[in-house]
């Protein structure tokens, strides 16, 4: 029998609770520790529609990369999040920042989805660093990632790409570190505005393939890890899909 506080004991060694943010909330935010799991489902968000998929499936935990409690809660709305799982007797074991700073985190998984080599990762500046599996221009390898990453669109600057640079999700502020770790490209989930005018000016091929994208990435690899550590608990991969679209 697999319990709550073995998978979490387990994830505290993948990705080490102490190098989350001090303003995140990670962990255990739903349920008891001593709670048998047959089934988890893992999905980047707790959503209503992830909640119903978790009840219909029969499983009794969904581990995610985004927190479902966040700001501190001041009642329980009938509908919301936290108030579906108490419903559904479900428990909540949320991996954010830490989850990013993993190495087996959320932008190994992007470079591993792009076909990145000869990496280095930097944990503290949530950044990855790798050669391109071809050189190519800007157009070309927003195409690239569009296709990798099943992304529904990509915005990007022109450039070259022979050295890439990922950020998952909203770490576009990480465009700015391109002079200190020599890369001429870089790949992540959001995008301001003034990042895009210091890539223009900076020469750097930027490129903003949306939040879910470039973070759902690690929902597959993290289930196998979990799988091989636990082979008598199913882990189940939620099937919600990017909940925006373009056009």
């Not at 001041?74 to 999040?81: A, M």
């Not at 792009?114 to 157009?139: C, I, Q, R, S």
């Amino acid at each position: 029998m697999t319990t709550i506080r073995q998978i979490e004991d387990f994830c505290k060694k993948t990705a080490p609770y102490e190098t989350a943010d001090e303003w995140d909330n990670i962990g255990l935010l739903v349920g008891e520790e001593s709670t048998a799991v047959d089934k988890a489902l893992l999905a980047l968000d707790i959503t209503p529609g992830v909640i119903e998929e978790a009840a219909e499936n029969g499983t009794q935990l969904i581990i995610s990369h985004h927190p479902v409690i966040f700001e501190p809660l001041r009642y329980l709305e009938p509908g919301e999040p936290a108030y579906l799982l108490a419903k559904h007797g479900i428990a909540a074991l949320c991996l954010h920042t830490n989850l990013d700073r993993a190495e087996q985190g959320v932008n190994t998984a992007l470079a591993n989805a792009l076909g990145l080599k000869n990496t280095t990762f930097y944990p503290a500046d949530y950044l990855l660093v790798g050669e391109p599996e071809t050189p190519a221009d800007a157009k070309a390898y927003a195409a690239f990632v569009k296709e990798r990453l099943d992304a529904p669109s990509v915005r990007f600057t022109d450039g070259k790409v022979t050295r890439v640079a990922v950020s998952s999700g909203g770490g576009g502020e990480g465009v700015m570190l391109a002079r200190q770790y020599g890369f001429d490209a870089f790949v992540t989930g959001e995008m301001k505005h003034h990042h895009y005018l210091w890539a223009v000016s900076h020469k750097i091929a930027a490129f903003d393939a949306g939040h879910y994208p470039t973070e759902n990435v690690v929902m597959e690899p993290l289930g196998k890890l979990l799988a091989e550590a636990f082979p008598e608990t199913e882990f189940i991969p939620g099937n919600t899909a990017c909940p925006y679209r373009s056009v």
